[in-house]
Nanobody
Framework: VQLVESGGGLVQPGGSLRLSCAAS????????MNWYRQAPGKEREWVAS????????TYAESVKGRFTISRDNTKNTVYLQMNSLKSEDTAVYYC??????WGQGTQVTVSS
């Protein structure tokens, strides 16, 4: 089982990034998927979830209206589109399913 996050980087406030998480080693379409993040000096927090078929999505209040989670079950990939980024969105972002391992994460830095 492997989850590989990518797409992070340095972006100015108000900018956008699209994160990807490529999954392998399990039946991707059988699991809801989640994004989490961990900012420096803070505990890891949940960001967003998507159901197995992609028809149900939930978001943390802090990102609602700015972030969109999606998935492509033909590519075994889950995405996180992040718009109107703020400095407080700076964190390492991780994807995960219920019993799965943590990946290495991808760093997102929002700074001018």
């Amino acid at each position: 089982v492997q989850l590989v996050e990518s797409g992070g980087g340095l972006v100015q406030p108000g900018g956008s990034l699209r994160l990807s998480c490529a999954a392998s080693g399990f039946t991707f379409s059988a699991y809801g998927m989640n994004w989490y993040r961990q900012a420096p000096g803070k505990e890891r927090e949940w960001v967003a979830s998507i159901s197995r078929a992609g028809n149900l999505r939930t978001y943390a209040e802090s990102v609602k209206g700015r972030f969109t989670i999606s998935r492509d079950n033909t590519k075994n990939t889950v995405y996180l589109q992040m718009n109107s980024l703020k400095s407080e969105d700076t964190a390492v972002y991780y994807c995960k399913f219920s019993d799965g391992p943590w990946g290495q994460g991808t760093q997102v830095t929002v700074s001018s």
